[in-house]
C-alpha cells in the first residue's frame, strides 16, 4: 500500500473515531434532557391538578353567590317598576 493510502486511512479513521464519539456525547445529553423534559412535565401536571381543584372548589362557591346576585338584581328591578307604577 502506498504512504498516501495510509495517510488517507488515518485521516478517514481519525475523523470517524471524532464523530463517533460525538455521537455518543449527544446521545448521552440527549437522554439527559429527556429525563429533565419528563421532571418538568410531572411538576407541571402536579401543578394543573393542584390550580383544577383549588378552582372547582371556587366554583362551587361562586356559583350560588353569582346566582343569588342575579335574583336579588331582578327582586330589586321588579320592586322598582312596582313602585313607579
Same mark, same amino acid.
Given at each position: 500500500?502506498?504512504?498516501?493510502?495510509?495517510?488517507?486511512?488515518?485521516?478517514? @479513521?481519525?475523523?470517524?473515531?471524532?464523530?463517533?464519539?460525538?455521537?455518543?456525547?449527544?446521545?448521552?445529553?440527549?437522554?439527559?434532557?429527556?429525563?429533565?423534559?419528563?421532571?418538568?412535565?410531572?411538576?407541571?401536571?402536579?401543578?394543573?391538578?393542584?390550580?383544577? @381543584?383549588?378552582?372547582?372548589?371556587?366554583?362551587?362557591?361562586? @356559583?350560588?353567590?353569582?346566582?343569588?346576585?342575579?335574583?336579588?338584581?331582578?327582586?330589586?328591578?321588579?320592586?322598582?317598576?312596582?313602585?313607579?307604577?
Amino acid at each position: 500500500m502506498s504512504s498516501s493510502a495510509e495517510i488517507l486511512i488515518i485521516i478517514l @479513521s481519525v475523523t470517524l473515531t471524532f464523530f463517533l464519539i460525538l455521537g455518543m456525547v449527544l446521545f448521552i445529553y440527549l437522554i439527559i434532557l429527556t429525563r429533565e423534559i419528563r421532571k418538568v412535565t410531572r411538576s407541571a401536571e402536579r401543578t394543573v391538578g393542584s390550580l383544577e @381543584s383549588v378552582v372547582s372548589g371556587f366554583s362551587k362557591i361562586i @356559583s350560588p353567590i353569582f346566582v343569588a346576585e342575579m335574583f336579588s338584581g331582578f327582586v330589586k328591578k321588579f320592586n322598582s317598576k312596582k313602585k313607579e307604577k
